[in-house]
Each structure stands twice: as structure tokens, then as C-alpha cells.
């Protein structure tokens, strides 16, 4: 009668997976379920995503808004549940990039890669400027200012500082990583469910029924309910992803072929379920809530507004919180973007690939990706006044790669993947799930662009005017601006704008200049045909194989 598996007998058994596919295991493998889960909890952060998102939906849809919470997590869980089942069949670094290309070709596989790294790298820009934006909540100084080097402003000084930090963590350990994750993960749970249920018992100021209200903000020029709540719904879609990364960081996962899976699910589900509570507490608890979207409109911080208003000085516990799960979701997005960054570079699929491929001997780590990951996210911080606009072209990315890697895997399917079993299998339902998941990350594409496409006529441009106040004059913004505003509305350093950029939508042009670097990359440099150079990085992952 054999005993249970220990950790070392399991890890050996996954390296032996691992081998199968043709990769050599050089990462450290000590994670287990909570640490893989945990990572992708940090990754989709709800609580740094609602705290800087929750008035754009209250902004444009009023409490309503509140809807596109479960719809959204209803639609990436189809998309969640076929990741899982490639999870499973394939725990390997790169998640995507890998799943799509060994199931359909280097090619498709390429670009899926390609642009999921760069909307990484933004990603990993914008929650990184994000942490001065809650350090000046919670310390009071102004972001603009000159921070302790005078050359630069609390903005980037911090948000730098962030980067330096996160890249570090990255390189020194996976262990470390995870320690630092799973406090977190912790904290944020515990925290939003703690403020949740306070809110809910002690400060409960609005029925239920409010949640159908959307105050008259369907009545502008051009509007309508539906379009409203569409606008409305980036809310949750600019939170609700990155649950994949529980797979990318399957050779550091002990069992990989089942705790990715889980935790892929657990990632959606849980944050679904505090999401939904929390987001539930907040909107019941505003006292006046005409003034929270007026408030919104003049780009507000609504959650933090009511947490202070019905809790007084305790709501900064609550601000130190978000610090902390902003912060750990940095870390979290940057490690995801280092093992993609690392898995292309092993299959020579990335400019300078065997520098990304390096695992640092004794921490056993992609510690060159790391910091390479690092440096480029900084890069935008020096351009640009407000990078946190960059998620929104960042976000519109994920979508698209997220599609690309379906569209191989439903390929895949027709021709009767998978041919073996695996330990999450969606069996039979596997195909619907597939095209559900296509119908729905093409339909939120299509939503990412057509708020800026004349094309679409007044739906297209509607606009709202915030009447003069005290404190700020009136003004109008439309609905792009918020969505997907155009190349030469942005600010840069200094405020100013660039007026001989085309106006062109930021997420079309970010997919546009990505997907040209990357055609230019990949042909010219021969990753488009199986040349010599080509076959001996194919041969180390069994893409000669597949392929």
C-alpha cells in the first residue's frame, strides 16, 4: 500500500509533465494552491479596480452600473473555464502565448504573445502610477508637486520608487513573491468583506431599488439606456481579467495540472462574489447619492468619499488597505508579464531572447525579464501626465489576445483536441464554452471601439455637460474620452497636448502600432518560416511537433 505523494515525489512528477513538452525545468517549482491562486486574485485586484473605476460607472450609467458587475464576470468565466482546460493540459509559463501557438501555429501563437506582453507592460504602468494616487489620499500632498528629488513630481517619483520595488521582488524569488501575494490577498479579502459588512449594517442609506436607478443620465443628447449602460459596463470590464496568470506560473507550481485550473476559477469566482458584496455595500451606503455622481463626473473617488464621509478617520484603514492591494497587484502583473516575456524569449520569439530566457542560477528566477519588464514600465511614466489613460488601450490589448488565443484553441477543437485527458476536462461542453467565450470577447472588442467611430453616429457621440459648481466652471466630456479618447486629446509632460497626432482612437492605434512592430519583428528577423536559428529554439519546446 503506497503512501501519500510527497511535495518533492509531485514536483519531480510535474517537471516530468513539463519534459513531455518539450521544456527543460530551470524555474523554482514551490508553489502551492493559495500561493498559484493567489497570484491571480492580485492580478484582477477588485478592490484597486473598483476604487479607481466606480465613478465611471457612476459617472455615466448612475447606481445601475452595478449590473454590469455580474455580467462581466458571467462572460470571462466562460472565458476563464476553457483557460482552465488549457491550464490543466499545458501549466506552462507564457500562458496564452503558449496555449494558443501549440494548438494552432507559431504565428497566431506569436501575435497572441506579442500583444498580450505589451498590454501587460501598460498595465503594469498604470497600477504602478496608481500608488501615488492612494499615497496622496492618504498623506494629503499634491501629485503634481516636486516630490524628494526636486527634478521630478510625487507622481513619478513614487510610481517609480513602486517599479524599483515590484522588479526587485520579481528577481530575488518566487518565494518571496508569494509571501508577499498571499498578505495581500489576505488583507484585501478581509478588508472589503470587513468594510462591506460594516457598511451594510451601520451605514445603509439607500434601498435596495436604487440599484435600478440611473438617475436621468440616459436623457443627453443622443442617449439611450442601452448605450449608456454599455459605457457604463467598462467599469468592471477594465477590472475583471488576468485570472490566467494562475496558468503562467504553472512551472513554479507544485501539482500544476490541477491547482492552475483551480486557481484560475477560484480568481474569477472569488472576486466575483467580494465584487459584487462590496460594490453592493458602497452604493447603499451614500447618503446623497446625486451628489456622488456629480461627484464622479468631476472625477471623484466616490468609494473613498463615502467610506470617510460615514466612517470618519477609520475609513483610512480602509485607504491603507487599497495601498497595499495596489501595490501587491503591481508585483502580481509584473510577474506575469516576466514569465510571457521569459517564455517568448526561451522560444526565441522575442528581440534578444536568450537575455529574456535567463534564469538566474540561484534564485531561480527569469531575474533579466523581471527587470526588463520593470525598465519599459517606467518609460511611459516619463512621457506622460496621466498613464493610468493607458490601461484603457491596455485593456482593449488583453481582450483582443484573449480572443486570438479562443480563436486557436476553437480551431484546435474542430480537429479533436484534446486527444487525451487531462485533470480538468470540460468534455462535451467544451466547444459551446469556446464559441461563448468568442461571442463574448468579440462583442466587448467591438464595445471598446465603437465609442469612437463615426460609423456609429450619435451613439458614438454622445456627450455629457456638468453644470458650473463652487469649485469648477461647466464643461462637457463625451463618452470616448472616458473609453477610448483619441491620440491627440492626450497630455503629456507639462499638460500639453500633441496636435499633429492623428485623431485616432488610442485603443486602435495601440493595436495597430503593435501588430505592424510585431509583423516587421517576426518576418524580418525569419521567426516566420523554421530557420536554422528558429528550429533550435522550437526543438527546446516541442513546437517542431505541434507545428
Known amino acids: 500500500m503506497s503512501g501519500p505523494t510527497s511535495s518533492a515525489d509531485q514536483a519531480a512528477r510535474d517537471d516530468a509533465h513539463l519534459q513531455s513538452l518539450g521544456i527543460k525545468p530551470e524555474l523554482k517549482r514551490s508553489l502551492g494552491f493559495l500561493s498559484n491562486f493567489a497570484v491571480a486574485f492580485s492580478y484582477i485586484s477588485v478592490s484597486t479596480g473598483t476604487y479607481t473605476l466606480i465613478g465611471l460607472g457612476l459617472a455615466v450609467g448612475g447606481p445601475s452600473f452595478f449590473w454590469s458587475w455580474p455580467i462581466i464576470i458571467v462572460g470571462q468565466l466562460f472565458v476563464a473555464l476553457n483557460f482552465a482546460e488549457l491550464a490543466s493540459h499545458f501549466p506552462v509559463a ?96 478581509i478588508g472589503m468583506l470587513v468594510f462591506a459588512l460594516i457598511l451594510l449594517v451601520f451605514f445603509h442609506h439607500q434601498p435596495v431599488s436604487i440599484l435600478t436607478t440611473t438617475a436621468g443620465l440616459e436623457n443627453q443628447p443622443g442617449g439611450s439606456f442601452p448605450a449608456v449602460f454599455l459605457v457604463a459596463m467598462f467599469m468592471s470590464l477594465f477590472v475583471v481579467y488576468g485570472f490566467d496568470t494562475a496558468g503562467t506560473f504553472g512551472e513554479e507550481t507544485v501539482d500544476a495540472s490541477r491547482h492552475a485550473p483551480r486557481g484560475i476559477l477560484a480568481a474569477i469566482l472569488l472576486s466575483g462574489a467580494v465584487g459584487a458584496v462590496f460594490l453592493l455595500a458602497i452604493i447603499l451606503s451614500f447618503k446623497d447619492v446625486a451628489g456622488e455622481i456629480s461627484s464622479a463626473q468631476a472625477f471623484g473617488l466616490p468609494i473613498g468619499d463615502t467610506i470617510i464621509a460615514n466612517m470618519g478617520s477609520f475609513g483610512n484603514v480602509y485607504l491603507a488597505v487599497i495601498l497595499f492591494a495596489v501595490y501587491v497587484c503591481t508585483m502580481a502583473i509584473q510577474g506575469a508579464t516576466t514569465r510571457l516575456m521569459f517564455s517568448m524569449g526561451r522560444d526565441r520569439r522575442m528581440p534578444l531572447g536568450a537575455v529574456w530566457a535567463h534564469v538566474n542560477p540561484r534564485f531561480k528566477t527569469p531575474a533579466n525579464a523581471a527587470v526588463a519588464v520593470g525598465v519599459l514600465a517606467a518609460i511611459p511614466l516619463l512621457l506622460s501626465d496621466s498613464p493610468a489613460t493607458l490601461a484603457i488601450g491596455a485593456t482593449g490589448l488583453i481582450y483582443t489576445s484573449y480572443f486570438l488565443c479562443n480563436l486557436g484553441v476553437l480551431t484546435a477543437r474542430t480537429k479533436g483536441w484534446p486527444h487525451q485527458g487531462a485533470w480538468f476536462k470540460l468534455g462535451a461542453w467544451g466547444t459551446i464554452i469556446n464559441v461563448l467565450a468568442m461571442v463574448w470577447g468579440g462583442a466587448m472588442i467591438i464595445n471598446f471601439a465603437i465609442w469612437n467611430s463615426s460609423i456609429f453616429g450619435a451613439l458614438g457621440q454622445m456627450s455629457y455637460t456638468i453644470p458650473a459648481s463652487a469649485s469648477a466652471a461647466a464643461s462637457t466630456w463625451n463618452f470616448r474620452d472616458l473609453t477610448n479618447p483619441l491620440l491627440n486629446s492626450l497630455t503629456f509632460l507639462g499638460g500639453k497636448t500633441v496636435s499633429w497626432f492623428p485623431p485616432m482612437p488610442l485603443f486602435e492605434f495601440t493595436l495597430g502600432l503593435i501588430i505592424v512592430t510585431g509583423a516587421i519583428y517576426y518576418f524580418v528577423s525569419g521567426r516566420g518560416r523554421l530557420d536554422s536559428a528558429a528550429a533550435e529554439a522550437d526543438a527546446a519546446t516541442g513546437e517542431v511537433a505541434i507545428a
Do not use: C, D, M
Open 94 to 189: 507564457g500562458s496564452i502565448y503558449q496555449w494558443s501557438k501549440r494548438l494552432s501555429n507559431r504565428t497566431l501563437g506569436f501575435f497572441t504573445g506579442w500583444i498580450y506582453f505589451w498590454a501587460g507592460v501598460l498595465t503594469v504602468t498604470a497600477v504602478a502610477a496608481t500608488v501615488p494616487l492612494v499615497l496622496s489620499s492618504i498623506f494629503g500632498f499634491t501629485l503634481s508637486a516636486a516630490s524628494p528629488i526636486p527634478a521630478v513630481n510625487n507622481l513619478i517619483f513614487w510610481a517609480v520608487l513602486t517599479l524599483i520595488s515590484t522588479t526587485l521582488i520579481n528577481a530575488f524569488g518566487v518565494h518571496l513573491l508569494s509571501i508577499i501575494n498571499n498578505l495581500g490577498v489576505a488583507a484585501e479579502i
